[in-house]
């Protein structure tokens, strides 16, 4: 069965920065539309960024244009957050998710990691 696993989560101070990791096996990584989600507590889980499957296409959440950054490595079955100039608000439990289909929307999803905890202090 296809498994996700993120790493790279912790504390960070606001301004600070941290590189999540989600690598995928049991499936074809490189034919799925990967994508990340945040969840913060007593909150909806909301869509935060995706990429295609070749990494040339990418749409982030407004609230993280020009901190955050996606990319993949298909020869390593990972895909890859950058987060900059982080900020209290983006404290959450990151999850990695693989759509087989087009990624659009939080339905689409099929495979889902089990979340990494990100907390910025102020």
């Known amino acids: 069965q296809v498994q996700l696993v993120e790493s790279g989560g912790g504390l960070v101070q606001a301004g600070g920065s941290l590189r999540l990791s989600c690598t995928v096996s049991?499936?074809?990584?490189?034919?799925?539309?990967m994508g990340w989600f945040r969840q913060a507590p007593g909150k909806e889980r909301e869509f935060v960024v995706r990429?295609?499957?070749?990494?040339?296409?990418?749409y982030y959440v407004d609230s993280v244009k020009g901190r955050f950054t996606i990319s993949r490595d298909n020869a390593k079955n990972t895909v890859y957050l950058q987060m900059n100039s982080l900020k209290p608000e983006d404290t959450a439990v990151y999850y990695c998710?693989?759509?087989?289909?087009?990624?659009?929307?939080?339905?689409?999803?099929?495979?889902w990691g089990q979340g990494t905890q990100v907390t910025v202090s102020s």
């Open positions: 998710a693989a759509s087989d289909s087009d990624g659009l929307g939080r339905q689409r999803y099929d495979y």
């Open positions: 049991g499936g074809t990584f490189s034919t799925y539309v």
């Open positions: 990429i295609s499957w070749s990494g040339g296409a990418t």
